[in-house]
């Protein structure tokens, strides 16, 4: 499965050119002085990735140095089919040449009429049967904005049901929803009516249980709070949950707790809203992560990937919860023709290169080499994923006390440095900061994957010996 590109120097975005490259110069150049004068304080990738980017095809990037890089950001998931591929280049191209208005509100077109069609032929049959179509503003936020409002109109109730370690956006309403502390401080009243429940992180099972029995104590919590007259919780509108939480620390939901928990919405009445912006379009090993667990959600959210590398975000929905009125919910954006079309382009390639079947193996090559890595570093906590949504925890390997040990938030970003020195973009997550996360396009190759498990075990030795100041010699 080969991904070209068609542009003039994509020849030397290859396996072989990054692999022949020696350590790479990081730090500032006037690039990066002027964001870091002119742009907000609020910017965060360019802290700890501190690079200028130039040009980029296929899995690869390069700076403005002329320095090239493996990309396993991906635009935080979005790029599942890497940069400028052909085909999401192709249609943007064809929709240009073709005078499509390229802003139409929520006005249809041919190119939209496509896009929603082949979604919902994509999506599980009797899910898409009975379901409706909203299209948001062009971030996941905005679509969990949406799925909420369409949760407490259609069910006249107000509270919400989320989970620890979650992660839905960064507008007021879905920071609500956020179990990362960290942004919410300082802003004072937040949605109200927001109640957090119990997620099933095995490697730090939040009833000290783990396994089977952390399971069932998880559903019996949620089932015992709903059931519970006194349990202070009025009757919610939904529940908001990730399949696999990402930012989280790339904790997958085992597939009988989302089967309980499904059972559990059904029986009280409550809107399952599954929050797939960044799980959707093959990103775990199935086109959508809830199909891991043969469920079927009342409401679906999706973004990043879905636009085909362009900004987009919508909602699918049970039929039945459509009983708002026009103009509920609208977004400027919302009418991207571009994104519509290099999203089903791209929907299109994913299913017609099985790219879902193809990740899912390509993670679990990367999960093995490093778990194979863990009885020589002790510090590699668990690792863990689905498909190409990778992490591995970072702890302190001589924590005192009982459950997990501790995580090593500072080993953890140097070794994010040493792999970005070595050529590897990698990210940061879960409690403290201290999972690295892998999030490459689909489109990685199995030598690829195992030149990046290599640079990986290069940086960590790299991490250790800068905290150190030993060198570890593994065999």
């Given amino acids: 499965m080969e991904h070209p590109v068609n542009l003039h120097s994509a020849s030397t975005f290859t396996l072989e050119h990054f692999r022949r490259q020696g350590p ?6 006037a690039y990066l002085q002027r964001q870091s004068a002119r742009e907000s304080n609020a910017r965060s990738y360019p802290r700890r990735i501190p690079l200028a980017l130039q040009e980029a095809h296929g899995i690869y990037v390069r700076d403005t140095q002329g320095q090239l890089f493996m990309d396993c950001l991906a635009g935080a998931g979005t790029l599942a089919l890497g940069h400028n591929h052909p085909v999401a280049i192709a249609a943007m191209r064809q929709a240009l040449d073709t005078g499509l208005p390229l802003h139409t509100l929520d006005l249809t077109t041919p190119v939209k009429d496509r896009f929603v069609e082949e979604l919902f032929a994509a999506l599980p049959e009797n899910f898409a049967r009975h379901a409706r179509i909203q299209f948001c503003g062009p971030s996941g936020s905005d679509a969990i904005e949406a799925a909420l409002k369409l949760a407490k109109i259609a069910s006249g109730r107000k509270s919400i049901l989320a989970f620890a370690g979650g992660y839905h ?29 119990p997620y099933p992180y095995d490697y730090r099972c939040p009833f000290g249980l783990g396994g089977e029995a952390g399971i069932d104590a998880g559903l019996h919590y949620i089932e015992q709070m709903l059931s519970d007259p006194e ?25 009988r707790w989302l089967q309980g928990l499904r059972q559990i919405t059904r029986k009280h009445g409550i809107a399952l809203i599954l929050d797939e912006v960044q799980t959707g379009l093959g990103r775990t090993g199935r086109l959508f992560a809830f199909e891991h667990a043969g469920i079927e959600p009342d409401v679906l959210v999706l973004s990043k990937a879905i636009g085909g590398g362009l900004p987009m975000a919508v909602m699918v929905y049970r039929e039945e919860l459509d009983t708002w009125k026009p103009g509920a919910h609208a977004g400027t954006f919302r009418g991207n023709q571009l994104a519509m079309a290099a999203g089903a382009a791209t929907l299109r390639h994913i299913l017609g290169e099985n790219l879902a079947t193809h990740a899912e193996a390509m993670g679990e090559r990367l999960m093995r080499h490093l778990r194979s890595l863990q009885a020589d570093y002790p510090c590699i906590g668990q690792v863990r994923g689905r498909g190409l949504m990778v992490g591995v925890e970072i702890v302190a ?18 070794l994010q440095r ?20 892998f999030l490459p396009p689909l489109i990685i190759q199995a030598e690829e994957i195992d030149l990046l498990a290599e640079r990986f075990q290069d940086g960590l030795r790299s991490a250790l010996h800068e905290l150190t100041g030993k060198a570890l010699h593994i065999a």
Avoid: W, Y
């Fill in 24 to 29: 790479r110069e990081l730090g500032s150049n």
């Fill in 169 to 197: 956006g960064m507008t007021h309403g879905s920071l609500s929803l956020m179990g990362n502390l960290g942004p919410k401080q300082g802003l004072g009243s937040s949605v109200s009516d927001v109640h957090f429940l």
């Fill in 231 to 255: 349990s202070g919780v009025l009757p919610p509108a939904a529940v908001v949950v990730e399949v696999v939480q990402g930012e989280g620390g790339v904790i997958p939901a085992p597939a």
């Fill in 397 to 414: 390997s001589e924590t005192p006390g009982v459950g997990a040990p501790a995580a090593f938030t500072a080993l953890a970003q140097a």
């Fill in 418 to 437: 040493q792999c970005l020195r070595l050529g590897v973009i990698l990210e940061l997550g879960g409690r403290h900061g201290a999972v690295v996360r």
